[in-house]
């Protein structure tokens, strides 16, 4: 069965952090990538970052790296996303999602497959 539920979105002020949960079904983890996307009103959807869940090689997009980081733990099934120094800019409504796996899984959304149906992250100045 098909399942991603995301947790531990909420509200933040600027310089803020935040640690992003998706648990996913076994089934949905053994995919291999695992990856991390927003979208903020009006806007289009943008890959955050991806790990590759059987060798923990992780991805990130340009606009957040060295501030977010994408981690796992294959116990729980879970990916985490650890978001630092928000800015207004990161809010968005934060999604996981789950692909097939590839060494280096992509931050680009129309790889993935099975989506959860988000977390809101909202950031305020």
């Known amino acids: 069965q098909v399942q991603l539920v995301e947790s531990g979105g909420g509200s933040v002020q600027a310089g803020g952090s935040l640690r992003l949960s998706c648990a996913a079904s076994?089934?949905?983890?053994?995919?291999?990538?695992m990856g991390w996307f927003r979208q903020a009103p009006g806007k289009e959807r943008e890959g955050v970052a991806a790990?590759?869940?059987?060798?923990?090689?992780?991805n990130y997009a340009d606009s957040v790296k060295g501030r977010f980081t994408i981690s796992q733990d294959n116990a729980k099934n879970t990916v985490y996303l650890q978001m630092s120094s928000l800015t207004p800019e990161d809010t968005a409504m934060y999604y996981c999602a789950a692909a097939p796996g590839m060494a280096l899984c992509p931050v680009v959304g129309s790889a993935y497959n099975y989506w959860g149906q988000g977390t809101q992250v909202t950031v305020s100045s």
């Open positions: 790990i590759y869940t059987r060798g923990n090689i992780t």
């Open positions: 076994e089934y949905t983890y053994s995919r291999s990538c």
